[in-house]
């Protein structure tokens, strides 16, 4: 357990400002550059980074395949249902206006809710692509480095 | 209830697009089945809703998120894309009731709930696709479409792990053809400022000699003939339609292609519209050489084929041909039998890959030899094959018949009558192709070591024989069809819609 010590203490230091920095970009993405899209990438990298240092069956006991298979459809599904929001609280289809108080807080309600969505399924799609790549071969021994 | 009919343009797209998440959060079971055929229904009721109110009271405009166009994405429906999106949901409503026995034998029992995901998103994105009136939606939707049916068509692996290859040939043509249609809509774009199809066809006119425009032009004509399986670009047709699962021959082939034939449509008339200098050359010098080629290389392979499904596929790419010739004669009668043979064809093919499913569901692989003998043990099976072939052929009193009597007069009108005499030509290769399977599955001895098959469950029957019949009925009593066609082709043809 005693390999690649550097990349070990490295990546743990990171990882936790990685996953901040994710947040980061979800949710000032409606005033700064950024979005669900780029912070879910960011989100799963975190957890690639992990699963690339101390191998994917540790990732899997922390994100497991199973939580995944939930989370990538439940992304979609709130993105949808701001959608019909808009219209039950009598707007058209994905009209933030008629979210809150005034068009101002319902437009920004509005996409902050769409981009969570978003985050959502990118993240959750991203780990389940690399998990289904890491997965097909066995893992490499850590002696044969 | 009238909140329901203002929103019906959105919830069209928006209730299958929200079914499919759900869809796949469900365990196995009936349960997928059932969303999936509980969505079916509920579309096919929004498009029959839609196509009543743009008849009754003319086009209907939805601003998404209260946007207003050309900034905003506007779902536009008027008559062509109404009846597009009848026949999508009307085919997909038909089918799912047919399809539990059918996937349930074919696909893995425990990957029920993703395939009837990918099939929601793919009833998602043809639905999309059709209705909006946004060049770039178009794509996304359409990617969507396309994404889902190479899952689909995939899925056919448990029975036959060729259909991997298949399903890969598809993804790498379609994605070809998506790439050449978005890089259109670039050009387009690039020119114009717009990507709002009303827009665009108010502010191509000025532009006809730019040069961007043309290569924009030729871009999404290749895309989506590549979509469409226009004949030299079917190679990825056959097979793809030979390996999917029968479900989803039955709905790939009744509705993919017609939605792309329906963007070409679109896009020659209303964005471009008939008096751009190219559509008429594109017409006579390539449209309708392909065409004619098509009818008669597409039916003349299918007479070769041992395997049903792939005949089948094969009689496509010539149906497709004659779909491309209505376009390619450019007048009214031409064009009402292009927008009618995207109803009548999709009846016609829906009919006999059901029949085809029902025999794959009791003998496994349906091969000319493997049929043999069979239309004694499968009576009302085959009886439907003989009622859908006839269709196929054109026979008076099918809708094949009314089809080809509106493309015979468009071609008449222009003074074309080789034409004429080709179409009738063409007709008598798929005579000698159905010919082929009625012989065998009537007069043929039963292969040696066949034991006595069972006809069809009833529950696949019924969506079968109700798709036969109506072959007949809207081939009987076509003023339905033929009057919304009608109004169709005049409105293309009166420049813009």
Request: proline content about 4%; overall charge neutral.
């Amino acid at each position: 357990m005693k390999h690649h010590l550097i990349l070990r203490v490295v990546s743990k230091l990171l990882i936790p400002f990685i996953l901040l920095f994710a947040l980061y970009v979800q949710f000032h993405g409606d005033y700064g550059p950024g979005g669900g899209f780029q912070a879910g990438v960011l989100f799963a990298s975190a957890f690639i980074l992990y699963a690339l240092i101390f191998g994917v069956d540790n990732a899997r006991e922390v994100l497991p395949s199973k939580a995944l298979r939930f989370l990538v459809p439940v992304g979609l599904i709130i993105y949808a249902l701001t959608g019909f929001a808009g219209i039950v609280m009598g707007g058209k289809f994905l009209d933030y206006d008629v979210l809150a108080q005034d068009p101002q807080h319902g437009q920004h309600l509005g996409i902050l809710v769409i981009e969570f969505g978003v985050g959502t399924t990118v993240a959750a799609v991203m780990v389940t692509i690399f998990y289904a790549y890491a997965g097909r071969t066995r893992d490499v021994d850590d002696e044969d480095w | 209830m009238s909140l329901l009919f203002e929103h019906m343009a959105a919830l069209q797209v928006a209730v299958p697009l929200l079914s499919a998440p759900v869809c796949s959060l469900l365990r196995g079971g009936r349960q997928p089945w059932f969303l999936a055929l509980a969505v079916s229904w509920f579309a096919f009721f929004a498009s029959i809703s839609l196509l009543i109110q743009v008849l009754d009271s003319g086009d209907i405009s939805y601003h998404m998120g209260n946007w207003a166009p050309p900034f905003g994405i506007e779902y536009r429906v008027d008559a062509i894309n109404a009846f597009v999106l009848l026949i999508i949901s009307g085919i997909s409503a038909v089918a799912l009731p047919y399809a539990r026995l059918s996937v349930a034998h074919e696909v893995d029992p425990r990957r029920h709930g993703q395939f009837y995901t990918a099939y929601l998103l793919c009833l998602t994105g043809l639905l999309g696709g059709t209705i909006t009136g946004d060049a770039f939606n178009i794509f996304v939707f359409l990617e969507i479409s396309s994404l889902s049916a190479y899952v689909l068509v995939a899925a056919g692996a448990r029975q036959d792990r060729r259909a991997l290859t298949a399903a890969y040939n598809y993804l790498v043509l379609g994605t070809v053809g998506a790439t050449f249609f978005v890089i259109g809509i670039g050009l387009l774009y690039m020119v114009t400022g717009t990507l709002n199809i009303t827009d665009l066809a108010e502010r191509l006119p000025p532009l006809v000699d730019n040069r961007a425009v043309q290569a924009g032009f030729a871009f999404i004509i290749v895309g989506m003939g590549l979509k469409l399986a226009m004949f030299p670009m079917h190679t990825w047709l056959p097979n793809a339609y030979t390996y999917a699962p029968s479900t989803v021959t039955v709905f790939l082939a009744s509705t993919a292609t017609k939605v792309s034939v329906y963007v070409v449509l679109r896009f020659l008339f209303t964005v471009f519209g008939p008096s751009y200098g190219f559509v008429g050359l594109t017409f006579e010098y390539i449209f309708l050489p392909l065409a004619i080629l098509a009818m008669f290389i597409g039916s003349a392979a299918a007479i070769y084929q041992t395997n049903l499904k792939r005949l089948f596929a094969y009689s496509s790419v010539a149906q497709l041909g004659y779909m491309v010739l209505g376009i390619a004669l450019g007048n009214v009668a031409g064009l009402t039998a292009t927008v009618l043979h995207l109803f009548n064809h999709a009846l016609m093919k829906g009919a006999l890959f059901m029949a085809l499913g029902c025999v794959a569901l009791r003998i496994g692989a349906v091969s000319i030899n493997g049929v043999r003998g069979l239309g004694r043990e499968m009576p009302w099976t085959f009886a439907a094959i003989a009622g859908a072939g006839l269709s196929l052929i054109g026979v008076p009193s099918t809708v094949g018949f009314i089809s080809k009597w509106y493309l015979i007069l468009g071609a008449l009108e222009n003074g074309w009558w080789p034409v004429a005499v080709l179409i009738v030509a063409s007709s008598l290769l798929a005579v000698i192709y159905v010919w082929k399977i009625i012989e065998a599955a009537y007069f043929g001895a039963a292969p040696e070591g066949r034991g006595p098959v069972s006809e069809a469950p009833l529950e696949m029957l019924a969506p079968l024989w109700l798709m036969v019949v109506a072959n007949f009925y809207f081939g009987i009593d076509a003023d339905l069809t033929t009057s919304v066609a009608g109004k169709v082709a005049a409105t293309f043809l009166g420049g813009g819609s």
